[in-house]
């Protein structure tokens, strides 16, 4: 079952783990791998060359324009890099993104 694969750009690390961790704990996202680039790109009228750090967000496809939303509100960028590809991977794997982004039926309380 494919599933998408966010590549979201920020500009520290800081930023970066914030917002996937935002991802994360709401369960928009099963997991995000976040690592250093170095970024060339045009801004303003002119070239500028930047460190940023990237991250990878997993997600099931039906989360897309949720998590999309979610990452602008937290995104400090004026326009941030959110880009998405449909992905396919191994069996296990597709089924714990899918469990992963699953928000927990909560438990019924005593009184009931």
Known sequence: MP???FYITHPDEATARQIANTLVERR?????????ISSAYWWQGAVQQ??????????RLE???TLEKA?????????????RLEVRANEAYEKWV?????????AASAAE
Do not use: D
């Open 3 to 5: 599933f998408l694969l």
């Open 71 to 83: 990452v602008q509100e937290l995104h400090p960028y004026e326009v941030p890099c959110i880009m």
């Open 28 to 36: 928009l996202a099963a997991c995000a791998n976040i690592f250093p």
């Open 98 to 106: 899918e469990e992963s982004t699953i928000p927990p039926v909560p």
């Open 63 to 65: 989360l897309e324009i």
């Open 50 to 59: 930047e460190s940023e750090w990237v991250s990878l967000v997993k997600t």
